[in-house]
């Protein structure tokens, strides 16, 4: 049975239960959301929330599921119009007590658990909840019907160079069929 749920942004590991799952709830204010939108370049941040439980698993580590829910404008990456985008995700997050810190002078490996992280006190819901919105988020909107078209560009009198022009082996095509024609 989970406890009644939390809704400050950060939680104190010393006030959770270990024996039942803690729920906890976050919809920032529209002030919130701005700052939000404006931290991760978005035109606009209109929904908000991001709410499930924390449980203890184990003597030391802790974990988090929960549902992140948001409506997103972004700039479309072509003609910059807005784009509307709805996100609806789960969130899984194991804050580990003895995750070893890496040492930055030697090279890095990505862990087998992406979930995983190390335990912090007090935990940070907000951080969780906007880092998630930001893995989130479409790489390339792009509004209905946008499509991106050939810009061609030369002086007067010249023929255009197009981009099929440019690549390295565009002419061994064209060349390979010559040099049959002189065998013959």
Not at 4 to 19: D, F, G, I, K, M
Not at 59 to 73: I, K
Not at 95 to 121: C, G, R, Y
Not at 145 to 163: D, F, Q, W
Request: with cysteine; net charge negative.
């Amino acid at each position: 049975m989970a406890q009644a749920p939390q809704n400050h942004t950060t939680l104190r590991l010393n006030e959770l239960s270990v024996r039942h799952p803690t729920a906890f709830g976050l919809a920032p204010d529209a002030q919130a959301r701005d700052r939000i939108a404006s931290d991760l370049g978005l035109v606009d941040l209109r929904k908000l929330s991001f709410s499930g439980t924390i449980t203890a698993e184990g003597p030391h580590d802790w974990r988090l599921e929960a549902t992140l829910g948001a409506s997103v404008v972004q700039s479309c990456v072509v003609t910059l119009a807005p784009v509307t985008t709805r996100i609806d995700t789960v969130v899984t997050r194991r804050f580990l007590a003895d995750m070893p810190d890496p040492d930055p002078a030697e090279e890095i490996e990505m862990p087998e658990d992406a979930s995983a992280e190390p335990l912090t006190d007090p935990i940070d819901l907000e951080r969780v909840m906007i880092e998630a919105l930001a893995l989130s988020l479409p790489d390339y909107p792009r509004a209905d019907g946008a499509t991106l078209g050939t810009a061609v560009y030369a002086a007067p009198g010249v023929a255009p160079l197009r981009e099929e022009e440019t690549r390295p082996f565009a002419g061994l095509a064209d060349l390979k069929a010559r040099l049959k024609g002189d065998e013959k």
